[in-house]
């Protein structure tokens, strides 16, 4: 891109650009991206939002995961089952409904609580994962709104060209401004939602490992506590 900027005052009949500021350059790749500018600017806003919401969400679920399954671990090492099942059920964090649903069916067996923990840990992995398909649909539809800007861009290019019935670097320069800007700008919106989505789906799935080694213990714990009731008849 900055090769391109660099050459263009090379043409004749092109001047170099003034030195412009942050502020003004964005308002020029507002101003110089025509039409696309709009769903563009709608795929920014819906990114952010999506973005800080996700952000503060996960934070909050992932520290009273944190806690809850500490505090759990810390009972069952005590056998202490029915206070494990009261602060499930006080907890509304992912890991304490999970835990709950198993805690639940202790007395039916090993398996009915695997069954009940895999379940619920579904339907908890799809609470975590909500939002993230708006900010994968965003990462693949901003570059593709900015080539349609290219393209779009190089038209009006060819119009002028056809209108002036000549080459001239100031007639086809407004279209390929247009061309120029909107792919890079589906490109800057694309990346960092790129990113951030990455980053949401890696702290996710560390939440989803913490939540099944706790599960593992539970079982582990219920299964022990189920064979020395055996024993003991």
Not at 202 to 228: P, T
Request: glycine fraction near 8%.
């Amino acid at each position: 891109m900055m090769n391109i900027y660099s050459i263009l005052p090379q043409l004749p009949g092109v001047d170099a650009p003034p030195e412009q500021t942050f502020a003004e350059q964005m308002s020029d790749a507002w101003e110089f991206s025509g039409i696309m500018r709009w769903p563009l600017g709608l795929c920014v806003l819906i990114g952010v939002l999506v973005i800080v919401w996700k952000f503060f969400d996960i934070m909050m679920k992932a520290g009273a995961t944190r806690k809850i399954l500490r505090e759990v671990d810390e009972l069952l090492a005590q056998q202490q089952i029915k206070e494990a099942l009261e602060l499930t059920r006080e907890s509304n964090s992912p890991a304490a409904n999970i835990l709950h649903a198993g805690l639940e069916r202790r007395d039916e067996g090993t398996e009915r609580v695997m069954k009940a923990i895999e379940n619920q840990g579904l339907i908890e992995l799809s609470k975590l994962e909500r939002g993230l398909v708006v900010l994968a649909t965003l990462t693949n539809i901003a570059p593709l709104m900015g080539f349609l800007g290219t393209v779009m861009g190089m038209i009006e290019a060819f119009k002028a060209i056809e209108f002036a019935g000549e080459v001239d670097a100031t007639t086809v320069a407004g279209g390929i401004k247009i061309a120029l800007y909107t792919t890079a700008a589906g490109l800057a919106i694309a990346i960092p939602i790129s990113v951030c989505h990455n980053y949401f789906v890696s702290r996710i799935d560390h939440l989803v490992i913490d939540m099944e080694e706790s599960a593992q213990k539970m079982i582990d714990a219920l299964f022990s506590m189920q064979m020395g009731q055996e024993a003991g008849d």
